[in-house]
């Protein structure tokens, strides 16, 4: 504790570089780097932040403390792809070097304007008593690389009914106009989002509060992102302070939508159904999302959550992105699948056609620690079927479907080093189908499984040993047929 409050506001350019190469290097001995996903070079990462495409490529910051895994002084990390899939370093994008972002550089994200990509982002200040004020700020990329901040916030005060918690600025356009939904705190401590309004991105207006069904709905909402599909308005947020209820709201912060009509942005009011969180696991927050030039929504959410200790921290190192994901809504509902892109990562394919009864079976060729893996149940009477993977003589991580139960179910009471074991080792979510399509993309140190066609995602972080490399499919009280394809990265 005394290291993380001694460390939580060094600059990174007070360090030596001896000490930055020693921690890059405790990193990179880390068995449980990833090899596809984006992760820090040191450090925490945690909100993705930005995420546009502009001048060619794909750009994608994030919430970065390179100093050690705790949620310390805040820079931006820029990363960027042409594919989505190969992600390149280009380094710092933010600096926490001003007195309006002198505690950190916060979340928000972008957008192009006259040739530029504007950053919007929350500056987190603290005075000499570490009393918050944040700022809302704004930097220009331009076409060379460079990023200037503008000299002063955009919005620098903060509306009165509401606290200091107040940030991560979420930017779209409407017609000639330019909107911006902020996450936000009222005075009695429940969680909201407000609007905003400018004819430049420069002056700003306060119209209002959003007006939701969601009253009394957490204590604060983070990362606010609202976007249109096929005439539907969605409004992501990730609310702190929920209660569990079933199997909803297990972890210790949730992230979800809710779906309705469009913001009708004049009346403040955004009339939609109930909450949906949009991850069924373990591992998953502050998601955002942006339309690419194909006109896909895409969504990238960060693979971690806040206050969570995890076993990569004495490595020094946490967290990483997911998969970029292309939503869709189908039957009123949101649809995450990985975007096709990702192809180009296959290697090696094998194939497997059988049947399981009452038994656990291995296969050649099946197993691995960084890989895709899709298989279809169906012609099913087993009371439990699925897929132990990362599995050795003790460890496994299971997802699987409990027929009587007509749950899916992620277990990951066996996957290894333990986290978070709090908030629990299983996920569970009602399904009720014919057919089960369970889709994995297996790193180091996680799995994303989409289900029925990305109807519910599990995002989990696992850290089995390096020799848990097994795959299996089982069938208990009955049989299924299945037929199942892998794909080495």
């Known amino acids: 504790m005394k290291w993380q409050i ?25 068995p449980w780097r990833q090899t596809y996903h984006i992760q820090p070079i040191s450090g925490l990462l945690n909100d993705p932040n930005g995420f546009s495409f502009y001048n060619g490529e794909y750009h994608l910051f994030y919430q970065w403390h390179p100093l050690g895994p705790i949620h310390g002084l805040k820079y931006w990390y820029h990363t960027k792809s042409k594919d989505l899939v190969n ?11 001003t007195y309006f972002d002198s505690h950190g550089a916060y979340s ?21 008593h570490l009393v918050r004020h944040p700022y809302q700020c704004i930097a ?40 911006a939904v902020i996450g936000a705190q009222r005075t009695n401590e429940t969680g909201c989002s407000v609007l905003y309004s400018s004819p430049d991105l420069l002056e700003w207006n306060f119209e209002g509060e959003i007006k939701t069904q969601l009253d009394d709905f957490g204590y604060m909402w983070e990362c ?9 308005g969605i409004f992501i947020f990730s609310p702190q302070g929920i209660e ?14 809710v779906l309705g009509e469009k913001l009708d942005l004049v009346g403040k009011e955004l009339k939609h159904g109930n909450f949906i969180e949009l991850d069924r696991g373990f591992d998953f927050y502050a998601p955002q999302t942006m ?26 190192w946490s967290h990483c992105l997911t998969v970029p994901r292309e939503l869709s809504i189908e039957n009123n509902k949101l649809m995450q699948r990985p975007v096709p892109e990702l192809q180009s990562l296959r290697k090696r394919e094998i194939k497997v056609v059988d049947t399981v009864i009452n038994e656990t079976k291995t296969y050649d060729g099946f197993s691995g620690t960084a890989y895709e893996l899709f298989c279809e149940f169906e012609n099913v009477d087993a009371a439990e079927f699925g897929i132990e993977f990362r599995a050795g003589e003790v460890e496994k991580t299971v997802i699987k479907y409990d027929a009587v139960q007509r749950k899916v179910i992620l277990d990951r009471s066996l996957s290894g080093k333990k986290v978070g074991e709090d908030y629990g080792t299983e996920r569970k979510c009602e399904i009720n189908a014919k ?55």
């Open 87 to 97: 992600w390149d370093n280009v380094g710092i994008g933010l600096r926490p070097d």
């Open 140 to 179: 220009v990329l331009d076409q060379h690389g460079e990023i200037k901040k503008l000299e002063q916030p955009v919005i620098d005060e903060v509306p009165k009914g509401y606290t200091e918690h107040f940030r991560d600025p979420k930017v779209w356009k409407d017609g000639e106009q330019f909107y």
């Open 291 to 316: 339309k690419d030039p194909k006109g896909r929504r895409l969504l990238v959410g960060w693979m971690g959550l806040p206050d969570i200790e995890y076993p990569t921290d004495p490595n020094g």
């Open 244 to 257: 569990p209820v079933g199997d909803y709201y297990q972890n210790i912060y949730q992230s979800g939508y």
């Open 224 to 232: 606010p992102d609202y976007f249109e599909i096929d005439n539907h």
């Open 6 to 30: 001694e460390n939580k506001y060094r600059r990174l350019e007070d360090v030596g570089q001896e000490e930055i190469d020693g921690l890059i290097s405790r990193v990179d001995r880390c």
């Open 435 to 489: 057919k089960f399509k369970f889709h994995l993309f297996v790193d180091s140190s996680s799995v994303e499984i989409f289900v029925n066609d990305g109807g519910e995602v599990f995002t989990s972080r696992i850290f089995p040993n390096i020799n848990s490399k097994e795959i299996r499919l089982f069938a208990k009280g009955g049989c299924t047929e299945f037929k199942a394809v892998k794909w080495d990265f």
């Open 108 to 128: 928000g994200s972008s957008i192009e304007h006259n040739g530029k990509l504007h950053l919007f982002y929350t500056g987190n200040s603290r005075n000499e």
